[in-house]
C-alpha cells in the first residue's frame, strides 16, 4: 500500500505582494535611529573600546595598530550582534504578526532593528 501525503505551504510571493513591495516609500521616521547607531558606534570604536580595553587587558598596549583595530572592530562587531540577535529572538517570539507575512510586515521593532544594522554597517565604512 503506497500512501502519498500532500504538503501545503505559504505563498508569500502573491501578485498582491508583488504590487505591495512596487509601492514601498521611504520612511524617513527611523532615521533618527540609524543616525544614533551610527554616532554609538563610532563612538565605542574610538573612544571606549580603547580605554576600556587598556584597562581591562594587560597586553593591549604591546598591540600593533592593526591588532587594535582588528580589536576593536570586533568588540562593535559582537556588540552589534548580540543587540540585533536579541531583538530577532524576542519577534520571533512575541511578534505574531511576524509569521503572517514576513516580507512585508510592518513592525516598528523590525524597522529598528535594521536601522540599528545600518548604522552599524555605516560606521563600520567611515572608521
Same mark, same amino acid.
Given at each position: 500500500?503506497?500512501?502519498?501525503?500532500?504538503?501545503?505551504?505559504?505563498?508569500?510571493?502573491?501578485? /498582491? &505582494?508583488? +504590487?505591495?513591495?512596487?509601492?514601498?516609500?521611504?520612511?524617513?521616521?527611523? !532615521?533618527?535611529?540609524?543616525?544614533?547607531?551610527?554616532?554609538?558606534?563610532?563612538?565605542?570604536?574610538?573612544?571606549?573600546?580603547?580605554?576600556? #580595553?587598556?584597562?581591562?587587558?594587560?597586553?593591549?598596549? &604591546?598591540?600593533?595598530?592593526?591588532?587594535?583595530?582588528?580589536? #576593536?572592530?570586533?568588540? &562593535?562587531? #559582537?556588540?552589534?550582534? !548580540?543587540?540585533?540577535?536579541?531583538?530577532?529572538? /524576542?519577534?520571533?517570539?512575541?511578534?505574531?504578526? !511576524? +509569521?503572517?507575512?514576513?516580507?512585508?510586515?510592518?513592525?516598528? !521593532?523590525?524597522?529598528?532593528?535594521?536601522?540599528?544594522?545600518?548604522?552599524?554597517?555605516? #560606521?563600520?565604512?567611515?572608521?
Amino acid at each position: 500500500m503506497i500512501t502519498t501525503t500532500t504538503m501545503t505551504t505559504k505563498t508569500y510571493f502573491s501578485t /498582491y &505582494n508583488f +504590487e505591495q513591495m512596487l509601492n514601498i516609500k521611504f520612511d524617513p521616521t527611523f !532615521l533618527p535611529v540609524a543616525a544614533t547607531s551610527f554616532t554609538l558606534f563610532i563612538f565605542l570604536y574610538k573612544v571606549i573600546n580603547p580605554i576600556l #580595553s587598556n584597562l581591562l587587558i594587560k597586553d593591549y598596549k &604591546n598591540f600593533t595598530d592593526g591588532q587594535k583595530i582588528d580589536w #576593536s572592530t570586533r568588540i &562593535n562587531s #559582537s556588540i552589534n550582534s !548580540l543587540t540585533v540577535g536579541i531583538i530577532c529572538i /524576542y519577534m520571533m517570539i512575541a511578534d505574531h504578526g !511576524l +509569521e503572517a507575512n514576513p516580507l512585508l510586515y510592518k513592525s516598528y !521593532l523590525l524597522k529598528t532593528n535594521l536601522c540599528i544594522v545600518i548604522g552599524y554597517l555605516l #560606521s563600520g565604512k567611515s572608521s
